[in-house]
Protein backbone atom coordinates (compact mmCIF):
# COMPACT_ATOMS: atom_id res chain seq x y z
CA UNK A 1 0.00 0.00 0.00
CA UNK A 2 1.20 3.73 -1.03
CA UNK A 3 2.42 5.28 2.45
CA UNK A 4 1.79 9.15 2.45
CA UNK A 5 5.02 11.23 2.39
CA UNK A 6 5.73 13.48 5.20
CA UNK A 7 8.56 16.18 6.18
CA UNK A 8 9.39 16.45 9.93
CA UNK A 9 11.47 19.16 10.22
CA UNK A 10 12.73 19.12 14.30
CA UNK A 11 15.37 20.60 16.56
CA UNK A 12 16.48 22.08 20.01
CA UNK A 13 14.21 25.39 20.86
CA UNK A 14 15.02 28.59 19.02
CA UNK A 15 16.80 27.25 16.18
CA UNK A 16 14.73 28.63 13.43
CA UNK A 17 12.09 25.43 12.27
CA UNK A 18 9.15 27.68 11.83
CA UNK A 19 10.64 29.79 9.23
CA UNK A 20 12.59 26.92 7.75
CA UNK A 21 8.79 24.61 7.46
CA UNK A 22 7.41 27.96 6.15
CA UNK A 23 10.31 28.50 3.56
CA UNK A 24 9.94 24.59 2.30
CA UNK A 25 5.96 25.07 2.31
CA UNK A 26 5.74 27.97 -0.13
CA UNK A 27 8.39 25.99 -2.17
CA UNK A 28 6.61 22.56 -2.16
CA UNK A 29 3.42 23.36 -1.64
CA UNK A 30 3.21 22.25 1.67
CA UNK A 31 0.99 22.62 4.97
CA UNK A 32 2.69 22.73 8.44
CA UNK A 33 1.25 20.78 11.77
CA UNK A 34 3.06 22.11 14.75
CA UNK A 35 4.28 19.18 16.89
CA UNK A 36 4.95 21.15 20.05
CA UNK A 37 3.04 20.60 23.64
CA UNK A 38 2.69 23.71 24.67
CA UNK A 39 1.35 25.82 21.26
CA UNK A 40 -1.70 23.34 21.32
CA UNK A 41 -3.12 25.95 24.04
CA UNK A 42 -5.17 29.09 23.66
CA UNK A 43 -3.40 32.52 24.98
CA UNK A 44 0.03 31.00 25.41
CA UNK A 45 1.48 32.79 22.35
CA UNK A 46 4.86 34.94 23.36
CA UNK A 47 6.29 31.97 26.02
CA UNK A 48 5.44 29.40 23.14
CA UNK A 49 7.03 31.20 20.42
CA UNK A 50 3.48 31.07 18.79
CA UNK A 51 4.09 31.76 15.17
CA UNK A 52 2.28 35.00 13.80
CA UNK A 53 -0.03 35.17 11.58
CA UNK A 54 2.54 37.38 9.41
CA UNK A 55 5.60 34.74 9.78
CA UNK A 56 2.93 32.44 8.47
CA UNK A 57 3.53 33.96 5.16
CA UNK A 58 0.10 32.42 3.86
CA UNK A 59 0.83 29.02 5.24
CA UNK A 60 -1.91 26.88 6.64
CA UNK A 61 -0.81 26.05 9.97
CA UNK A 62 -2.52 23.36 12.01
CA UNK A 63 -2.38 22.05 15.67
CA UNK A 64 -2.15 25.76 16.99
CA UNK A 65 -4.62 27.28 19.76
CA UNK A 66 -6.69 23.80 19.94
CA UNK A 67 -7.04 23.56 23.21
CA UNK A 68 -7.78 26.08 26.67
CA UNK A 69 -4.99 25.80 29.13
CA UNK A 70 -6.88 24.70 31.73
CA UNK A 71 -7.63 20.88 30.26
CA UNK A 72 -4.43 18.78 29.59
CA UNK A 73 -3.85 17.68 25.76
CA UNK A 74 -1.33 14.42 25.50
CA UNK A 75 1.22 13.15 23.02
CA UNK A 76 -2.30 10.42 22.13
CA UNK A 77 -4.64 13.52 21.58
CA UNK A 78 -1.21 14.82 19.02
CA UNK A 79 -1.27 11.90 17.42
CA UNK A 80 -5.21 11.44 16.63
CA UNK A 81 -5.76 14.88 15.71
CA UNK A 82 -2.27 15.17 13.59
CA UNK A 83 -3.72 11.38 11.67
CA UNK A 84 -6.70 13.57 10.34
CA UNK A 85 -5.02 16.71 9.41
CA UNK A 86 -2.78 14.71 7.26
CA UNK A 87 -5.42 12.82 5.88
CA UNK A 88 -7.05 16.21 5.12
CA UNK A 89 -4.08 17.91 3.68
CA UNK A 90 -2.85 15.01 1.58
CA UNK A 91 -6.48 14.67 0.68
CA UNK A 92 -5.85 18.16 -1.59
CA UNK A 93 -2.53 17.12 -3.05
CA UNK A 94 -1.00 19.43 -0.31
CA UNK A 95 2.56 18.12 1.48
CA UNK A 96 2.44 17.52 4.99
CA UNK A 97 5.27 19.15 7.28
CA UNK A 98 5.27 18.28 10.74
CA UNK A 99 7.04 20.90 12.55
CA UNK A 100 8.42 21.23 16.23
CA UNK A 101 10.63 20.42 19.41
CA UNK A 102 8.54 18.05 20.78
CA UNK A 103 10.08 14.54 20.55
CA UNK A 104 7.96 12.34 22.19
CA UNK A 105 5.17 13.82 20.07
CA UNK A 106 6.83 13.23 16.89
CA UNK A 107 8.02 9.58 17.82
CA UNK A 108 4.67 8.66 19.05
CA UNK A 109 2.93 10.33 15.62
CA UNK A 110 5.79 8.26 13.41
CA UNK A 111 5.71 4.79 15.51
CA UNK A 112 8.80 5.44 17.07
CA UNK A 113 7.21 5.64 20.27
CA UNK A 114 5.07 3.41 22.16
CA UNK A 115 2.62 5.61 23.96
CA UNK A 116 1.40 3.85 26.78
CA UNK A 117 -2.42 3.17 27.76
CA UNK A 118 -1.86 3.62 31.58
CA UNK A 119 -4.73 5.05 32.92
CA UNK A 120 -4.39 8.18 35.95
CA UNK A 121 -3.49 6.67 39.21
CA UNK A 122 -5.46 8.76 41.32
CA UNK A 123 -4.15 7.94 44.82
CA UNK A 124 -0.40 8.54 42.89
CA UNK A 125 -1.24 11.48 41.65
CA UNK A 126 -2.40 12.98 44.72
CA UNK A 127 1.00 11.35 46.85
CA UNK A 128 2.92 12.87 44.09
CA UNK A 129 1.20 16.27 44.17
CA UNK A 130 2.94 17.21 47.87
CA UNK A 131 6.42 16.72 46.47
CA UNK A 132 8.99 19.30 44.90
CA UNK A 133 10.45 19.07 41.01
CA UNK A 134 13.85 17.91 42.48
CA UNK A 135 12.08 15.15 44.79
CA UNK A 136 9.92 14.06 41.61
CA UNK A 137 13.22 13.65 39.41
CA UNK A 138 15.00 11.82 42.53
CA UNK A 139 12.17 9.47 42.44
CA UNK A 140 12.22 9.28 38.29
CA UNK A 141 15.79 8.52 38.18
CA UNK A 142 15.78 5.75 40.88
CA UNK A 143 12.67 4.01 39.08
CA UNK A 144 13.97 4.99 35.35
CA UNK A 145 17.27 6.41 34.55
CA UNK A 146 16.65 6.47 30.75
CA UNK A 147 13.69 8.33 31.19
CA UNK A 148 15.23 11.02 33.74
CA UNK A 149 17.75 11.53 30.86
CA UNK A 150 15.36 13.50 28.34
CA UNK A 151 12.56 14.32 30.56
CA UNK A 152 11.60 18.10 31.23
CA UNK A 153 12.96 18.18 34.42
CA UNK A 154 11.03 21.30 35.75
CA UNK A 155 7.54 19.94 34.15
CA UNK A 156 6.04 18.23 37.39
CA UNK A 157 3.50 17.08 35.15
CA UNK A 158 5.42 15.36 32.76
CA UNK A 159 7.46 13.91 35.89
CA UNK A 160 4.43 13.02 37.58
CA UNK A 161 2.76 10.69 34.60
CA UNK A 162 6.76 9.10 33.67
CA UNK A 163 6.13 8.38 37.00
CA UNK A 164 2.89 6.80 36.75
CA UNK A 165 4.15 4.88 34.01
CA UNK A 166 7.03 3.38 35.39
CA UNK A 167 4.73 2.32 38.84
CA UNK A 168 2.81 0.32 36.17
CA UNK A 169 5.00 -1.13 33.47
CA UNK A 170 8.41 -1.28 34.91
CA UNK A 171 9.58 1.78 32.62
CA UNK A 172 8.71 4.22 29.96
CA UNK A 173 8.56 2.16 26.50
CA UNK A 174 11.69 2.52 24.47
CA UNK A 175 12.01 3.82 21.16
CA UNK A 176 10.08 0.93 18.79
CA UNK A 177 12.82 -1.04 17.50
CA UNK A 178 12.01 -4.26 15.56
CA UNK A 179 11.51 -4.54 11.91
CA UNK A 180 7.67 -5.86 11.97
CA UNK A 181 6.87 -2.49 13.75
CA UNK A 182 9.06 -0.85 11.32
CA UNK A 183 6.83 -2.12 8.67
CA UNK A 184 3.60 -1.37 10.22
CA UNK A 185 4.24 2.70 10.02
CA UNK A 186 1.66 4.52 8.34
CA UNK A 187 4.02 7.24 6.81
CA UNK A 188 7.23 7.74 4.83
CA UNK A 189 8.72 10.29 6.58
CA UNK A 190 11.53 12.26 5.57
CA UNK A 191 13.16 13.80 9.43
CA UNK A 192 15.10 16.86 9.13
CA UNK A 193 17.00 18.12 12.44
CA UNK A 194 18.24 21.41 12.77
CA UNK A 195 22.03 21.84 13.65
CA UNK A 196 23.40 24.46 14.71
CA UNK A 197 26.83 25.53 17.04
CA UNK A 198 26.43 25.95 20.40
CA UNK A 199 27.52 28.92 21.31
CA UNK A 200 25.14 30.06 18.06
CA UNK A 201 22.38 28.33 19.80
CA UNK A 202 23.05 29.60 23.29
CA UNK A 203 23.26 33.10 21.17
CA UNK A 204 19.63 32.67 19.85
CA UNK A 205 18.12 31.59 23.00
CA UNK A 206 19.25 34.81 24.94
CA UNK A 207 17.51 37.17 21.78
CA UNK A 208 14.79 35.36 21.82
CA UNK A 209 14.05 35.95 25.59
CA UNK A 210 15.37 39.34 25.10
CA UNK A 211 12.33 39.36 22.21
CA UNK A 212 9.51 37.97 24.58
CA UNK A 213 10.06 40.24 27.19
CA UNK A 214 9.62 43.05 24.81
CA UNK A 215 6.59 41.89 22.97
CA UNK A 216 4.91 41.34 26.59
CA UNK A 217 5.27 38.22 28.27
CA UNK A 218 4.80 39.39 31.90
CA UNK A 219 1.81 41.27 30.72
CA UNK A 220 0.67 37.60 29.00
CA UNK A 221 1.20 35.29 31.76
CA UNK A 222 -0.88 38.42 33.86
CA UNK A 223 -3.45 37.66 31.94
CA UNK A 224 -3.86 34.34 31.66
CA UNK A 225 -3.70 34.18 34.94
CA UNK A 226 -6.61 37.08 35.44
CA UNK A 227 -8.63 34.70 33.06
CA UNK A 228 -8.17 31.62 35.81
CA UNK A 229 -5.42 29.51 35.06
CA UNK A 230 -3.79 29.13 38.57
CA UNK A 231 -0.22 29.39 39.05
CA UNK A 232 0.41 25.95 39.68
CA UNK A 233 -1.40 25.12 36.32
CA UNK A 234 0.78 27.60 34.68
CA UNK A 235 3.78 25.98 36.34
CA UNK A 236 3.09 22.41 34.71
CA UNK A 237 2.76 23.72 31.19
CA UNK A 238 6.23 24.60 30.54
CA UNK A 239 9.66 26.54 31.97
CA UNK A 240 8.94 29.96 30.60
CA UNK A 241 5.32 29.77 31.89
CA UNK A 242 6.27 28.02 35.66
CA UNK A 243 9.73 30.80 36.05
CA UNK A 244 7.42 33.66 35.30
CA UNK A 245 4.79 32.89 37.85
CA UNK A 246 7.34 31.99 40.32
CA UNK A 247 8.75 35.47 39.91
CA UNK A 248 5.34 37.23 40.75
CA UNK A 249 4.39 34.94 43.39
CA UNK A 250 7.58 35.51 44.90
CA UNK A 251 7.40 39.14 44.59
CA UNK A 252 4.82 39.37 47.66
CA UNK A 253 7.98 37.97 50.05
CA UNK A 254 10.99 41.04 49.46
CA UNK A 255 13.73 39.06 50.24
CA UNK A 256 12.78 36.25 47.53
CA UNK A 257 11.90 38.62 44.54
CA UNK A 258 14.60 39.34 41.85
CA UNK A 259 14.39 41.90 39.16
CA UNK A 260 13.38 41.10 35.80
CA UNK A 261 16.96 40.61 34.57
CA UNK A 262 17.98 37.90 37.11
CA UNK A 263 14.56 36.42 35.51
CA UNK A 264 16.16 36.33 32.10
CA UNK A 265 19.11 34.94 32.95
CA UNK A 266 17.83 31.96 34.78
CA UNK A 267 15.78 31.96 31.83
CA UNK A 268 18.44 31.25 29.76
CA UNK A 269 20.08 28.68 31.44
CA UNK A 270 17.10 26.69 31.99
CA UNK A 271 16.26 27.02 28.49
CA UNK A 272 19.77 26.16 26.99
CA UNK A 273 19.47 23.16 29.56
CA UNK A 274 16.09 21.98 28.04
CA UNK A 275 17.50 22.43 24.83
CA UNK A 276 20.17 20.01 25.70
CA UNK A 277 18.12 17.44 26.69
CA UNK A 278 15.79 17.70 23.62
CA UNK A 279 18.93 17.03 21.54
CA UNK A 280 19.70 13.74 23.66
CA UNK A 281 16.54 12.81 22.50
CA UNK A 282 16.85 13.43 19.22
CA UNK A 283 20.47 11.63 19.13
CA UNK A 284 19.05 8.64 19.68
CA UNK A 285 17.17 8.13 15.93
CA UNK A 286 19.34 7.65 13.14
CA UNK A 287 17.21 8.66 10.49
CA UNK A 288 17.08 11.79 11.18
CA UNK A 289 19.35 13.83 8.74
CA UNK A 290 21.84 16.53 10.47
CA UNK A 291 21.38 20.02 8.43
CA UNK A 292 22.66 23.56 9.59
CA UNK A 293 19.85 25.99 9.14
CA UNK A 294 20.16 26.53 5.25
CA UNK A 295 16.98 26.38 3.25
CA UNK A 296 19.32 25.30 -0.04
CA UNK A 297 20.76 22.64 1.94
CA UNK A 298 17.45 21.52 2.63
CA UNK A 299 15.52 21.51 -0.16
CA UNK A 300 18.15 19.22 -1.96
CA UNK A 301 17.19 16.61 0.58
CA UNK A 302 13.28 17.46 0.11
CA UNK A 303 13.85 17.40 -3.57
CA UNK A 304 15.30 14.13 -3.31
CA UNK A 305 12.99 13.01 -0.87
CA UNK A 306 9.84 13.86 -3.03
Known sequence: MHKPKIIVILGP?????????????????????????????????????KITKK?????????????????RFSASDFVKLTNETIVKIVNRNKIPIVCGGTGFYIDALLGDKQIPEVPPNEKLRKELEEKSVEELFAILKKLDPERAKTIERQNPRRLVRAIEICKALGSVPK?????????????????????????????????????????????EVKTLHRK????????????????VAEYYTTQKKPKAAFDTSQL???????????????????????????????????QKEVKRFL
Open 55 to 71: EMKGVKHYLLDVVSPKK
Open 264 to 298: KKKMAEKTWQYAKRQMTWFKRDKNIIWLPPKISLI
Open 228 to 243: GLSWKRMSEIGLEYKM
Open 13 to 49: TASGKSDLAVALAKKYGGEIISADSRQVYKGLDIGTG
Open 175 to 219: LVGSSQQLVDRKYEALKIGIKIPEAELKKRINKRIEKWFGQGLLK
